[in-house]
């Protein structure tokens, strides 16, 4: 058995709900849309057995239960630990873990934890816990602490697991309609000072966050497995180090490109469809660094999955007090170029009900007084490298260049995205535009 306890003496009250983005692949372009976004009381319906063929939770609850009465609470009586059913996502089936003492009358009295268990990818959970140590360290976002985790089979569950608190509060896509202006001010302006955090972190490398051979403190060193092909002798990982970067982007897009292409080459040589794409990807990454896009760069903390569903918010009376409770699911993040760090939240002054937002517009002139104060509060705190990377079109495109050159081309959609992407960007150079 290889449990580890990061952090066995935090008595949180605290709930994230459950959400799940997970991130099966280098680099998750954000869109699990069966991500769960409930606050912790949503059942997860038969997904778990019937869509994923996994086991019944009427009897994997009694692993559970097994796991915290033998780990995570041991000697606590059996009345007083409460298993609960959660909505989980696409990648990680998620239970709640409630240690109620009896008499009710200790300060923790009652005590919250989310178990994560990978749908399939169980290689995952070392990197997601890398992720969640690296943002504790390295910055004040409010986010998830791991409690407890095994990346291996051996314990109860027969699978690993991670264990970590519950933040309070409830997911902002089904909160945010119901704010006040006042409160959508308070939300614009934390989720800029999170932007700021986020830019503000100097990597040398871009990469995925993973555990060195130390991984059972919450203190340890954390590593960065660079961003390269899977086949790449360079992948091996390095310390973090808050430091300038060593490779310039175009390096970075041209050296995945390149790897990506010989390894296609020469599995399937007759595959020259996704060969003539990666060339495309070349000449845009060229043409951008010529253009002047990709200097003065380094690599900062990137969320893939940056949307309401992963804000916690938590409203009160009290002005002093956060409104946003916690940004879960950092499954997929990594340190990438600074602009991947700047995707526009249009949605913060542009919320559409079931609609999907158009980047494009995402820095038109809001149409009431509101959405514009709210925009200006949220830029504000993001600061001038926000304002720099979030609304050229240039940078909107990269963000894309950069997601394709990572997960590749999976479908007939990323194909016609590629094809609008390519065709915008020539359109964006007839123009002349050139970075200042």
């Known amino acids: ?23 099966n692949v280098s680099i998750n372009a954000g869109d699990d849309s069966s991500s769960d976004s409930g606050s912790g009381s949503g059942a997860e319906s038969e997904s778990s057995s019937v869509v994923y063929g996994q086991e019944s939770f009427a009897t994997f609850s009694l692993r559970v239960r097994a796991l915290a009465q033998n780990t995570v609470w041991p000697g606590a009586a059996p009345g007083d630990i ?69 990346d291996t089979d051996q314990n109860e569950l027969g699978s690993p697991f991670i264990i970590q608190n519950r933040l309070p509060g409830t997911p902002l896509l089904s909160t945010y309609p119901n704010l006040t202006h006042a409160q959508r001010c308070r939300v614009a302006h934390e989720l800029g000072t999170v932007f700021a955090s986020m830019l503000a972190v100097e990597g040398g490398t871009a990469g995925m966050f993973v555990l060195p051979s130390d991984k059972t403190s919450q203190d340890a060193q954390v590593d960065i497995k660079p961003l390269c092909h899977e086949d790449s002798v360079s992948s091996s990982p390095e310390p973090f180090g808050n430091s300038a970067a ?6 970075l897009l041209t050296g995945i490109l390149q790897s990506t292409k010989d390894a296609c080459l020469a599995s399937t040589p007759q595959d020259t469809f996704r060969a003539e794409y ?5 000449t845009m990454a060229s043409e951008l ?17 940056f949307a ?11 002005a002093r007090l956060p409104i946003i409770s916690g940004i879960v699911d950092w499954d997929s993040a990594i340190l990438a170029p600074m602009f991947m760090s700047c995707k526009p939240p ?19 002139e809001p149409p009431t007084a509101e959405s514009r104060e709210i925009k200006k509060l949220f830029e504000d705190a993001a600061g001038p490298d926000y304002l720099r990377f979030a609304y050229q079109p240039a940078y909107r495109l990269a963000r894309q260049l950069v997601s394709f ?32």
Request: with cysteine; aromatic share 8%.
């Open 289 to 305: 660094d010529k253009d002047g896009w990709f200097v003065n760069h380094h690599y900062s903390l990137t969320h893939l999955d």
């Open 82 to 150: 409460v298993i609960e059913r959660l909505r989980g996502g696409g990648y990680n089936r998620i239970i709640g873990l409630t240690r109620r003492r009896a008499d009710g009358t200790e300060p923790d009295a009652i005590v919250q934890y989310i178990l994560r268990v990978p749908r399939f990818d169980s290689s995952q959970v070392g990197n997601d816990v890398a992720a969640l140590h690296f943002l504790h360290r390295y910055t004040t976002i409010a986010t998830p602490k791991v409690i407890r985790f095994d």
């Open 246 to 251: 060593t490779t310039t982007v175009i390096e």
């Open 308 to 318: 309401p569903r992963n804000i916690l918010v938590n409203p009160t009376s009290d």
């Open 1 to 23: 058995m290889a449990i580890h306890a990061t952090d066995s003496t935090s008595p949180s009250f605290s709930a994230e709900a459950g959400s799940d983005s997970g991130n």
């Open 278 to 282: 990666i060339d495309c990807y070349m």
């Open 346 to 364: 249009l949605w913060l002054w542009g919320w559409k009900h079931d609609e999907d937002e158009d980047e494009r517009t995402a820095n038109d």
């Open 405 to 436: 050159t990572i997960n590749g081309i999976r479908s007939n959609e990323d194909v016609r995205e590629t094809d609008a992407m390519l065709k915008e960007w020539e359109a964006v150079r007839k123009a002349g535009i050139n970075a200042t």
